[in-house]
């Protein structure tokens, strides 16, 4: 099955660009999607697709990808956006889905 | 407003079994795919189980060795996970998770708070 490799942690400064990037095999077939989970809540979706966004998240948020490579880029940090982010796929060879080990983001 | 909530987490001696529910509400529950995802403690997300609109395709991970079963009830808009021969790897918050079909190219578009499972003697 596939796997998917996240930086542990990254860290950024208020205001700036972050981008948060997640290795996999699945890329080649499968969009990956992000999720936000901050302290003790369930996770969010960030992004989804091709770039796309659901209702109410910020635009600040978006998405990219190349080969084995998916990116999620949060362009100007706020302060809020400290949480852990982590990528999803389905799996290319089978039934199933598969989750990035996630990164926690630090803004300075 | 969407909203998931899983009930049914308790604490559970090892080898003992559980029932998990999830309860649907603002959404057309019965066209949407559904899934339980797991996080154990201080851990990263962890998918179990997906199970389709109808109930007709149903997934698991294979680290579960078939201890899992996961169903629905389209008419009373209800997701269940019935967890067997439990052990403390199984020690998690389960989140129910509504997608992870194609239309939404495979995401997990809501989810519900959660609820613990705590597997200890």
């Known amino acids: 099955s596939s796997e998917l490799t996240q930086d542990p942690a990254v860290s950024v400064a208020l205001g700036q660009t972050v981008r948060i990037t997640c290795q996999g095999d699945?890329?080649?077939?499968?969009?990956a999607s992000w999720y936000q989970q901050k302290s003790g809540r369930a996770p969010v979706l960030l992004i989804y697709?091709?770039?796309k966004r659901p209702s109410g998240i910020p635009d600040r948020f978006s998405g990219s990808s190349s080969g084995q490579t998916a990116s999620l880029i949060i362009t100007g940090a706020q302060a809020e956006d400290e949480a852990d982010y982590y990528c999803s796929s389905r799996d290319s060879s089978s039934n199933r889905w598969v989750f990035g080990g996630g990164t926690k983001l630090t803004v300075l | 407003e969407v909203q998931l909530v899983e009930s049914g987490g308790a604490l559970v001696q090892p080898g003992g079994s559980l029932r998990l529910s999830c309860a649907a509400s603002g959404l057309t529950f019965s066209s949407y795919s559904m899934n339980w995802v797991r996080q154990a403690p201080g851990r990263g997300l962890e998918w179990v189980s997906y199970i389709s609109s109808s109930g007709g395709a149903i997934y698991y991970a294979d680290s579960l060795k078939g201890r899992f079963t996961i169903s629905r009830d389209n008419a009373k808009n209800s997701l269940y996970l019935q967890m067997n021969s439990l052990s403390a790897e199984d020690t998690a918050v389960y989140y129910c998770?509504?997608?992870?079909?194609?239309?939404?190219?495979?995401?997990?578009?809501?989810w519900g708070p959660g609820t613990m499972v705590t597997v200890s003697s």
């Open positions: 697709g091709k770039n």
């Open positions: 699945s890329f080649r077939t499968y969009y």
């Open positions: 998770a509504s997608g992870g079909n194609s239309g939404r190219d495979y995401a997990f578009d809501f």
